[in-house]
């Protein structure tokens, strides 16, 4: 009798995953709400595959009474996080369609998420909750008073490229750095070196943000665990609250990523934030050991 190996075994064999995206950031939904989990090595392979690519793969686990699912979030090296915005929106959009519902609830370890079809067949608004802003919440290694600029900059002493980056917690760590130049760094190079930073101890996602209006900004995102990608929802989320908080915007923005727009409300009264944007459907299909054997590579 053969021993199975790690992927005859494996619980997702038979799952049903779909592939879509957010603003060209790239989303595997898996359901395992029937059973089943992932291991950071099953996500690593199968963010690999062509089939399967991911930049966060969104597991679909039971939820409380009342909640479509609980979300657990992994990152394309494996590691797990507990926030992401276009990775929510697709699975809402999927599950609204799947329920034939316009709302529901999902939840992640950061809370619970309240999602609603937007007035395009394909938008969907998710209400992501109100952010954090002290330095322990982000979390910093360093104690700051204000985390609208923290000491924190790249490039020469005298002349540094970067600096004095808005830190804020949206479900995930993010540095927001005001530059006049979204090209004024190679984020391939200095991202990891930001991302990976010590004042950073659970790591952080990057941003070089450029305000156009007083409604308007442009991004660019090193994503913590994936790198560059075409979208980062968290990101246009803190990058728009960090905006408002330095005066610099308005609290109702369009964020402009390379992947496209997303809009930001960040609401008096409670300070949610309330994300807008996109989710397309790529193809689905239902998860194989030949799509998880990189993994016992
Ligand atoms: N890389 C992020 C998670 C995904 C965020 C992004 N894809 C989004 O749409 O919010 C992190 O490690 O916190």
């Not at 090595?41 to 679909?60: G, K, S």
């Not at 204000?146 to 980056?165: F, K, N, V, Y």
């Not at 760590?173 to 991302?195: K, M, N, Q, T, Y």
Request: aromatic share 4%; charged share 20%; net charge negative.
């Amino acid at each position: 009798m053969t021993m199975p190996d790690a992927t005859t075994a494996s619980s997702l064999i038979g799952r049903p995953f779909a592939k879509m995206n957010g603003l060209g950031n790239e989303i595997l939904v898996v359901d395992l709400r029937d059973g089943g989990s992932v291991t950071p090595a099953e996500a690593r392979a199968l963010a690999q595959r062509p089939e399967t690519r991911f930049d966060q793969l969104m597991a679909l686990h039971p939820g409380l009474d009342g909640v479509a699912a609980f979300m657990r979030i992994y990152n394309a090296d494996g590691s797990e996080v507990s926030a992401c915005g276009n990775g929510t929106r697709c699975v809402a959009w999927l599950l609204m369609r799947d329920a034939g519902v316009c709302d529901l609830v999902l939840e992640t370890d950061a809370g619970l998420l309240l999602c609603s079809a937007g007035a395009e067949p394909d938008q969907v608004t998710v209400d992501m909750g109100a952010p954090s802003f002290g330095w322990a919440d982000i979390p910093l290694s360093e104690a700051f008073d204000d985390t609208r600029a923290i000491e924190l900059q790249l490039g020469p002493i005298d002349a540094p490229l970067l600096h004095s980056p808005s830190v804020a917690n949206v479900g995930n760590p993010h540095a927001i750095f005001w530059v006049d130049d979204l090209d004024v760094v190679d984020l391939r190079r200095s991202g990891p070196l930001l991302e990976n930073h010590p004042l950073f101890p659970e790591r952080a996602n990057i941003s070089l943000a450029k305000v156009t209006s007083k409604s308007a900004i442009t991004l660019k995102v090193w994503e913590r665990g994936a790198g560059l990608t075409l979208a980062c929802g968290t990101a246009a989320c803190a990058a728009a609250v960090s905006a408002a908080r330095t005066r610099r915007t308005g609290r109702d923005v369009v964020v402009t990523l390379p992947g496209g727009p997303l809009r930001i409300v960040w609401r008096e009264g409670d300070d949610h934030i309330l994300m807008s944007g996109p989710a397309t459907l790529e193809h689905e299909g239902r998860i194989t050991a030949e799509l998880l054997d990189a993994a016992a590579a």
